[in-house]
């Protein structure tokens, strides 16, 4: 495996009612490693994520970035670890799309010719530079999606997660989004897709993981993975209609 960057050591969601979302989950995403997290409805991924990207607080355990906690840096955890919500909408801030891929690097401190030079650098690395005056209200489910990943990658993080990316996207959409998944990848970016969409994804990825009920029940390279019955976790093995797994990715 490469080298750890983000790693989960005991890590546990405790409810206010007493119960757990998930326990003891110990976990390791390598440098620029592509991983996809899956699972049916409710077996906890996106609880998971959140806690790898700091925007919860574990009841129990630690993540830790390079060997450090990642709470415990002055800096907000989105410096490191990016966080894309299934619902873009939920992180845009912005009225036009540059100003909304300036709005993060801004908060870090950076200048406004800085700033700027993050946001457009994003916004073209998305596919968005010729909408970039553009009202956020005008832009399709495709292009929010991108505006959110722009507004993440102009924070220049280590990791990027994103939850269940392509929800709601027609075909254009898909493929945009799996490009950008593709691109970041080959430039180093660790990168962790929640996703129940096996097959628009998987072939780019160097290692599945399958949560349910709480916990990490498969782990491995994806051919395996996909072998030792996913099924029974509430996924469909779509390899069983392809030659390859290599074919498991919306790319044209």
Known sequence: MAEALLEARGLGHRFGDGGWGF????????????????????AGKTLFAKHLAGLL???????LFEGRPLLGFTESP???????????????????????????????????????????????????WALREAFVHTLSGGELRRLAVAGILAMRPAVVILDEPFAN????????????????????????????????????ADRLIVMDKGAIVLSGHPDPTLSSGVEAFGLRNPLRHLRSIKDLAWLD
């Open 57 to 63: 607080v574990p009841s129990e355990g630690v993540v």
């Open 169 to 204: 996207l027609d075909r254009d959409g898909v493929y945009s989004v799996v490009r950008i998944i593709s691109q970041l990848n080959r430039e180093g970016i660790a990168l962790m897709i929640v996703t129940h969409e096996l097959e628009k994804i998987l072939g780019l």
């Open 23 to 42: 326990r003891g989950i110990d976990f390791v995403l390598g440098r620029g490693e592509l991983v996809v997290l899956a699972g049916r409805n409710g």
């Open 78 to 128: 989105s410096h490191r670890v990016g966080y894309v919500f299934q619902d873009a909408r939920l992180q845009i801030v912005g009225d036009r799309v540059e100003e909304d891929a300036r709005f993060g690097p801004e908060n870090l401190g950076l200048k406004a010719h800085d700033a700027r030079e993050r946001a457009d650098k994003a916004i073209e690395e998305c596919g968005l």
